[in-house]
Structure formats: structure tokens, C-alpha cells
């Protein structure tokens, strides 16, 4: 419960993330803090003792590495994130970027996980799991491109942003709504972990402050990237 479990390919692709990423900045650092810092992130996640509580003690532990792949590594990432050219990419770009495309499959993601039938599917199946995990950082930068991509060209505008974010928070409010109130049962997994629970917590009170932890921290990070986007909306008003 406690062990690191330093799985080579997690390790290897953080390490390629991370010397890629330098290479591509070279000598420009001032941004790279935010990107070495979700990748860093994304390595602890991953191979820290909250991958293995979370795959077989506390609900509340697996929204959190949730919560870290999908709303906290991605918006680093991508405010570490430098203009570059999108290539062969472009296209691909021109579709999962627009707001409507890339709204749907970042809040989707999210909602789709924790249906108990997929989520209880992806505790039983390490591919599956795997996937699930990637599903969730891929489509978290899709969601928050239009907000903190690194082309300043595609971001929406403030009142669009503000929207784009309130409707995605009142989502995941409903989802932790949902998960806070339910009784437990949903995620059987949970209900007979190996050894003893951790911290005294019951499976009703784990699930309880999983879906807390999703209504509330899940909230202020798009209510953090509101306030970010009116704040740069007032300073650009205000040198105009």
C-alpha cells in the first residue's frame, strides 16, 4: 500500500516527455517550469503509493489521480507549452479543437469514466485501465486547448471561455453531487479491499469525499481558470 511501484514504461515516458520537450525549447526556459512540473506530476501519480491505493483500497484515492490527469497536468502542460508549427497535425487540430468538439470530449471523458460499468471494467483489466488513464490526460488538453493553448489564435473569446469553463464546472458539480449522495455500492471493488482501509474510512465515507473532492477542488479549478481569463481580459482592456 505504501510501495512505489516504478513501472518502466510510466518512467520511460516521462523521461521521453521531458527530454523532448527540452529540446524543443533549447535556450527558452521561462515557460518550461509549468511543463517539467506536469510531468512530474503525471510521474508521481503514477507510480507514487496513491496508484495502488487507488486501484484497490479508496474510491476517494482513484478521484484523485482523476482529478490530477485530467484538470491539474494538463493545464500545466500547456502553459508550459511553446508556439510551434501543428503540421501534419493541423487538421486534426482544426476538429477536436473547436470548443463544441473539445468541450464534449474532455467533460465526456470524465462523466463516461465513472459510469460504474466502466469504471468497475477498468479496475478488472490493467489494458483497460491503462487506456482509461491515458483517455483522461489526452482528453483533459484537449478540453483546456481552447483556454491555455499555445496558439494564442485559437483561444476563445472571454465571454466564450467563461461559458466553455461554467458549463464544464456545473458538470462535474453534478458528477460529485452524484457520487457524494449516492449510496455506496456503486464501485464494489471498494467494498472488500485486501487489508484494512486506510485512516479509518469506511466505504460510505470513501465514496462520500471522492465525489466531495470532485465537486468542490474540481469546481475551483475551472472557477481558477475564469478568474485567470478575466483577469488577462481586464489588463488587456486596460493598456488598450
Known amino acids: ?33 509549468y511543463f517539467l512540473a506536469g510531468v512530474l506530476l503525471l510521474l508521481l501519480d503514477l507510480v507514487s503509493p496513491i496508484d495502488a491505493l487507488a486501484d484497490q ?5 482513484h478521484i484523485v ?10 493545464p500545466l502542460l500547456l502553459l508550459g507549452a511553446p508556439a510551434f508549427q501543428l503540421g501534419a497535425l493541423d487538421k486534426v487540430e482544426r476538429v477536436v479543437g473547436q470548443p463544441p468538439v473539445s468541450w464534449l470530449l474532455g467533460v465526456g471523458t470524465m462523466l463516461a469514466w ?27 488538453v484537449i478540453f483546456w486547448w481552447p483556454i491555455l493553448g499555445p496558439l494564442q489564435a485559437r483561444h476563445l ?15 462535474c458539480s453534478l458528477l460529485g453531487a452524484f457520487l457524494t449522495f449516492t449510496p455506496v455500492g456503486l464501485y464494489p471493488a471498494y467494498l472488500n479491499p ?20 470532485m465537486w468542490v477542488p474540481g469546481c ?13 481580459w481586464y489588463a488587456a482592456e486596460s493598456t488598450a
Not at 489521480?65 to 494538463?74: K, N, R, S, W
Request: net charge neutral.
Open 65 to 74: 489521480q482523476h482529478f490530477l490527469l485530467a484538470l491539474v497536468i494538463p
Open 194 to 213: 485486501p487489508h484494512p482501509i486506510p485512516w479509518g474510512l469506511d466505504p460510505q465515507s470513501d465514496q462520500q469525499l471522492g465525489g466531495m473532492l
Open 114 to 140: 465513472h459510469i460504474p460499468g466502466l469504471f468497475n471494467a477498468a479496475l478488472a483489466n490493467d489494458g483497460l485501465h491503462v487506456f482509461q488513464h491515458l483517455s483522461f490526460l489526452v482528453t483533459g
Open 157 to 171: 473569446p472571454t465571454l466564450g471561455a467563461v461559458a466553455y469553463l461554467f458549463s464544464a464546472c456545473v458538470c
Open 1 to 33: 500500500m505504501n510501495t512505489w511501484d516504478w513501472e518502466p514504461s510510466v518512467v520511460m515516458g516521462c523521461a521521453a516527455l521531458a527530454i523532448g520537450y527540452l529540446a524543443l525549447v533549447r535556450k527558452r526556459w521561462n515557460r518550461a517550469p
Open 220 to 232: 475551483f479549478v475551472y472557477l481558477a481558470g475564469i478568474l485567470a481569463t478575466v483577469t488577462r
Open 57 to 61: 483500497y479508496l474510491f476517494s484515492a
